[in-house]
């Protein structure tokens, strides 16, 4: 079973800056079969990055996603009011499609 | 529109049984991997179990494997969640969720609004 650590656990940062957040793999992700997704409170996640870098259908192109392997990064490059939330990433090259614990991104 | 309504949970004792549905609709059901997902409250996403477009290959969590049973009906647009022997850490929200292809490895391109199931006596 592959095991995704995401750090921060949290991310103080105020709008306009950089968000830059780390999953890291317990073994390699097949096929950078790694995906993003934003979860806002009392709502369902979205997905955001899919193939460690391929934004999803109507995703503001502030989001971006890199990495291979066993590591991989989701950058906010400006952030919006709307993108303080909860992010996690997912493995979805072998199961179990782990997920990470989530970076929660929080207002400074 | 892509909808993805699920019914069926509620509160359960432990050792008890419960049978979670999916009902989807705006996209050909068919032709998708679908999973089930579920979120302890407070706590992360855990992936539970998924089914391919025909229902012939799934894979589930090992939290889960023995207990719980994905199924489908092509025919009626349905995911199904069969648990047993429920426990206490079963307690969550569980999200019905459609893969964006036909295989099993594609990555949840939309999510339902989740059903909570607790566990409790």
């Known amino acids: 079973e592959s095991v995704l650590t995401q750090s921060p656990g949290t991310l103080s940062l105020s709008p306009g800056e950089r968000a830059t957040l780390s999953c890291r793999a317990s073994?390699?992700?097949?096929?950078?079969?790694l995906a993003w997704y934003q979860q806002k409170p009392g709502q369902a996640p979205r997905l955001l990055i899919y193939?460690?870098?391929i934004r999803a259908t109507g995703i503001p192109d502030r989001f971006s996603g890199s990495g291979s392997g066993t590591d991989f990064t989701l950058t906010i490059s400006r952030l919006e009011p709307e993108d303080f939330a909860v992010y996690y990433c997912?493995?979805?090259?072998?199961?179990?499609?782990?997920f990470g614990q989530g970076t929660k991104l929080e207002i400074k | 529109e892509v909808q993805l309504v699920e019914s069926g949970g509620g509160l359960v004792q432990p050792g008890g049984s419960l049978r979670l549905s999916c009902e989807a609709s705006g996209f050909p059901f068919s032709s998708y991997a679908m999973s089930w997902v579920r979120q302890a409250p407070g706590k992360g996403l855990e992936w539970v179990s998924i089914l391919s477009d025909s229902g012939g290959s799934t894979y589930s969590a090992d939290s889960v494997k023995g207990r719980f049973t994905i199924s489908r009906d092509n025919s009626k647009n349905t995911l199904s969640l069969q648990m047993n022997s429920l426990r206490a850490e079963d307690t969550a929200v569980y999200y019905c969720?459609?893969?964006?292809?036909?295989?099993?490895?594609?990555?949840?391109?939309?999510w339902g609004q989740g059903t909570l199931v607790t566990v409790s006596s």
């Open positions: 997912q493995q979805y090259g072998s199961s179990p499609y782990t």
């Open positions: 193939g460690a870098s």
């Open positions: 969720a459609k893969g964006s292809s036909d295989y099993y490895g594609s990555p949840i391109d939309y």
């Open positions: 073994q390699s992700v097949t096929s950078s079969y």
